[in-house]
């Protein structure tokens, strides 16, 4: 885990309201695993005081040399907002890597990926984690869902990693029209996959750790929550334990990755 100020290589507007932003960070990311995640300051100011949580969207690596990591955002606040007027060679403040990442055995290789939203950033690097291991993924599939086609990010990031994208917006204006969860269960019925990994609102997990469970397919989900320090110490990321009233887990120390029958969401 590294406390430090780094550079800002790029801050690109890739949506209505989204961006990519890569830092050149201390090479110790490069060995962070996907779902893992950094906590960002964006000011020095008072306001807003507390670092922000951002999954690590893809590791930056041209030519094969370290050089710092990417991370996908939304503007939805006063932090975010700030962030995305900060310009290249700007600093920030970010404290990382953090948190537990998805675990795929070895031996699966048809893998079904469910993004909600921005649920997709720490998925990209998910898969391209896969793929430089060697595993093929054309079996595999990602359900991208979104409330419109401003919504729907990383499509072709997918498809250069051989996964077939299937993009679902609620207005219909790409791709199906309905929720990202609509199809899931038809295409396992179809063709069982070995797992399924999601990331998006606590709704969307909510349907796909129970179709998992109804289909006996093994789950991890990847938590969105708020976290105040991203390392246990405020307790504030607290996650309900199924079948146990009094006992939770927390986020950003215990996840934010988990076993999807372990957790009561």
């Known amino acids: 885990m590294f406390l430090e100020k780094v550079r800002i290589l790029w801050n690109k507007k890739v949506g209505s309201l989204y961006y990519r932003i890569g830092l050149k960070c201390h090479r110790g990311y490069f060995g962070a695993k996907p779902g893992q995640f950094l906590m960002l300051r964006v000011s020095d100011r008072i306001n ?34 700030r962030l995305s007027r900060y310009k290249k060679g700007a600093y920030v403040d970010i404290l990382g890597p953090l948190g537990n990442g998805f675990s795929i055995p070895g031996n699966c290789h048809h893998i079904f990926i469910v993004a909600g939203g921005i649920g997709v950033a720490p998925m ?49 204006s790409a791709g199906e029209k309905g929720l990202v969860t609509d199809p899931l269960e038809m295409a396992i019925k179809k063709d069982r996959p070995d797992i399924i990994c999601a990331c998006g609102p606590v709704g969307m997990l909510r349907v796909v750790a129970r179709i998992a469970a109804k289909h006996t397919v093994p789950c ?30 927390h986020a950003c120390r215990d996840g934010p990755v988990f076993d999807a029958n372990v957790l009561k969401i």
């Not at 989900?221 to 320090?229: F, G, H, L, P, Y």
Request: aromatic residues 6%.
């Open 48 to 81: 807003p005081l507390l670092r922000r949580p951002f999954s690590i969207h893809r590791l930056i690596a041209p030519d094969g040399h370290p050089e710092g990591v990417e991370l996908l955002y939304k503007v939805a606040g006063e932090g975010t907002q």
């Open 124 to 172: 990209l690097f998910m898969a391209s984690d896969l793929k430089k291991k060697g595993i093929d993924l054309t079996k595999s599939m990602v359900f991208l869902g979104g409330r419109s086609r401003d919504d729907l990010l990383c499509e072709k990031d997918f498809m250069s990693l051989g996964i077939r994208p299937r993009p679902i917006t609620e207005d219909g």
């Open 220 to 249: 991890q989900v990847s938590i969105e929550t708020i976290m105040a320090c991203g390392m246990g110490a405020c307790l504030g990321c607290a996650v309900a334990i199924k079948g146990e009233s009094d006992k939770y887990l």
